[in-house]
Each structure stands twice: as structure tokens, then as C-alpha cells.
């Protein structure tokens, strides 16, 4: 293969993965690497179709007026996934705006956002958000595809994107395959794409989205409570020596079902039930009591949610989470990687990927792979 051929397989490649990432964040409902905005409201910034580099908030550091962030949003356009600008950062929370918009978020229906609800940060060079046209349009396009033949098969509008990029890309490998066999091949033709380096990157992609959208939606809430000499509307502010109890949601907005568990490390605070079954692209409650300390002021207390992946029975998990939080997601890590590694080493093994001096032909891949 020569030194052109290997860089344009480079670029199919890293097309590939982007491709992958979106397809992820698609189906875990979670920006994996690239997202994209579908309406005006960054514009000028960031135009409907147009496609970000999305930081994990966990990555990018602190939050700052300036950065655009992609957040869950509790009432905006009905709650779900919003790209806007911080403009301001309260104790209450992050004051958040379209560039488009006339008024903030707060100012319209969404309370302040809090730094729990930040999933991500739009990567910025040097002080402009990095643009990545034509992203959104192109998964847009794939979705009207998509959509009939979810609707035909009664699939989810996820599972029909799905089968639809599925089936286009077992498509993409044949007509390539078949380009390959026509091609006359030389000996020492030069440097070569490993067929396993691709496939080992393309399992710690998964790996690492896997572990993102169950650790990322995770982790302290925190909890602001006024004990007062009287209770007054509101869940927070509390009569001195009283208990009063909230909701508190969990949403999974992906395709695949968690389970999420919950605690609380302050006396104060108690939530039933301590796990919750969330199926997926719905939401749930779970119940929270708070007392107030008999002294009146201010007080922070968190609620604590780990989040895994229902591919085990919740008794398994919580057997291993006893023995350590993070000792579930390794092991759902592990059954969501090793079909991911069959695959793949299928397919460089039947041809197609791996390096080699002579091309085998399509037939006697087919053949091979059937036996």
C-alpha cells in the first residue's frame, strides 16, 4: 500500500470513528466527541447542521462566562439536551443564553443550570468555538432515512438509525472489498493499514463511550437547604426540626437501560428507593426526605447516584458494587467489548482489513465466513 493509499485510509478511518461517536451519542443519549445543534440559536456561532467538538465536562475543567456548553435542560423546549452560551455564573448557578436569543434562559422558563446538569463544553481555538460543518445535516439526512424503515419493522426511531448505518456500512466494506480485488497488488507495495490496530482502537472507542455514559450523568448532586423559623413554597426552604421530601429524577435519555444507585452520606437526607430501573429514553423519580437542623441558616448536603448499564441483573450489580463502585462498569465494559473484538477480528481474519500481498476475492471471503 503506498504512502497516498495509507493516508486516505487514515482519513476513512478517523471519518469513521466520528461516524461512530455520533452514532453512540445518538443511542446513549450522552455527546460523545462531536455533537451537533439543530436549531438557530447559536447562530451566528454555530448554524442548525452544524457540528462541535464536545469536550466531557469532566475533562474540560471549570466552567466560565463565555464557554458554550451543552447541558440538560429541565424545562427548556420541554427539557432534554440544550447548546447555549454561559454569560454569567451565580451561586444559584450558570446563567445560560443562545446567541440568538434576546433573553437568557433563566429570564424564559429554565432555572439556573447547575454544574451537574453540564455534560459537555464546546471546543473553543483561540477564543471561537471550532465549527465543524455539515455534521447535523448529514445525521438529519440518515434520520429521514431511517425513519420509515424503523416505522416498518415497529422499531425506536434509535434502533431503525441503528439497523440503517448498520446495513450502509456492511455495504461501504463490500464495494470496497470488491474495489480491492480488482486492484492488482504488488509485493512491498509499501506501508500498510493493520487491519488489528483498527479494530482495537474501534473497541476502546466503545469502551470509552460506554464508561462516559454511565459515569458522566453520575456523581454528587448537591443539595442547598435554608433551615427557617417558618417553611415557605419551595423544597428548600425547610422549617427549623421538620423533614420535608422531593423528587428527584432520573432521566435516560439513551437507548439502553440503567440502573441507578443511589445514597445519601448526610444523616439528614434519606432516598428511597436506593436504586431505580430506568428504561430507555424515559425518566423516573425516586423520593427525597430532608430534615433541617434545629439551628436556623444555610446547609449543603449531596445525594450521591451511580449509574450502569441494565446488561446485568441489578442483584449482580450490586453485588459488585459492594465490592467497589467502579468494579460494575469494568465488567459491563468487558461484555460490551468482547463482541465489539469478535467482530472485528471476524473480519480481519475473512479478509478485507488485515495487511497482505495478495487480495483474496470476495467469493472465497463470503465462502470462508460461512463455514
Avoid at 170 to 179: D, K, Q, S
Wanted: hydrophobic share 50%; net charge neutral; glycine share 10%.
Amino acid at each position: 500500500m503506498t504512502a497516498r493509499r495509507l493516508l486516505v485510509r487514515g482519513g476513512q478511518l478517523l471519518v469513521a470513528c466520528l461516524a461512530v461517536a455520533v452514532l453512540l451519542g445518538l443511542v446513549l443519549g450522552q455527546p460523545v466527541l462531536l455533537s451537533y445543534v439543530e436549531t438557530g440559536s447559536m447562530a451566528p456561532t454555530l448554524q442548525p447542521g452544524d457540528g462541535f467538538v464536545a469536550v466531557p465536562a469532566a475533562l474540560a475543567g471549570p466552567v466560565e462566562p463565555g464557554d458554550v456548553v451543552t447541558y440538560r435542560a429541565e424545562r427548556l423546549q420541554g427539557g432534554g439536551l440544550t447548546t447555549h452560551r454561559v454569560v454569567a455564573v451565580t451561586d444559584a448557578g450558570y446563567v445560560t443564553k443562545g446567541d440568538a436569543n434576546a433573553v437568557t434562559d433563566q429570564e424564559s422558563v429554565e432555572p439556573p443550570v447547575r454544574e451537574e446538569q453540564v455534560v459537555a463544553t464546546a471546543l473553543a481555538v483561540g477564543g471561537d468555538v471550532l465549527v465543524l460543518p455539515g455534521v447535523g445535516r448529514v445525521v438529519t439526512g440518515i434520520r429521514g432515512l431511517a425513519a420509515p424503515v424503523a416505522t416498518a419493522l415497529g422499531l425506536g426511531a434509535h434502533a431503525g438509525l441503528v439497523l440503517v448505518l448498520g446495513v450502509l456500512g456492511v455495504a461501504l466494506y463490500l464495494v470496497g472489498t470488491v474495489r480491492a480485488d480488482r486492484r492488482p497488488t504488488r509485493e512491498g507495495a509499501g506501508p500498510s493499514l493493520d487491519g488489528n490496530a483498527l479494530v482495537l482502537a474501534l473497541v476502546v472507542l466503545v469502551v470509552a463511550v460506554t464508561t462516559a455514559s454511565v459515569v458522566l450523568p453520575a456523581g454528587a448532586t448537591r443539595l442547598d437547604v435554608v433551615s427557617a423559623d417558618t417553611d415557605a413554597p419551595g423544597p428548600r426552604v425547610i422549617e427549623a426540626g421538620t423533614t420535608e421530601t422531593t423528587n428527584y429524577s432520573l432521566r435516560n435519555p439513551g437507548l439502553v437501560p440503567v440502573v441507578a444507585f443511589l445514597e445519601a452520606p448526610d444523616d439528614a437526607v434519606a432516598v428511597t428507593p436506593d436504586h431505580v430501573s430506568v428504561e430507555g429514553t424515559t425518566a423516573t423519580n425516586a423520593t427525597v426526605s430532608i430534615t433541617a437542623p434545629p439551628a436556623t441558616g444555610y446547609y449543603r448536603y449531596a445525594l450521591v447516584e451511580d449509574r450502569y448499564l441494565a446488561v446485568l441483573p441489578t442483584s449482580v450489580l450490586a453485588a459488585l458494587r459492594g465490592i467497589h463502585p467502579w468494579l460494575p462498569i469494568l465488567v459491563v465494559d468487558a461484555l460490551v467489548a468482547g463482541p465489539v473484538l469478535l467482530v472485528g477480528r471476524v473480519l480481519v481474519a475473512r479478509g478485507g482489513l488485515a495487511a497482505r500481498t495478495r487480495p483474496v476475492p470476495l467469493r472465497v471471503r463470503l465462502r470462508r465466513w460461512v463455514r
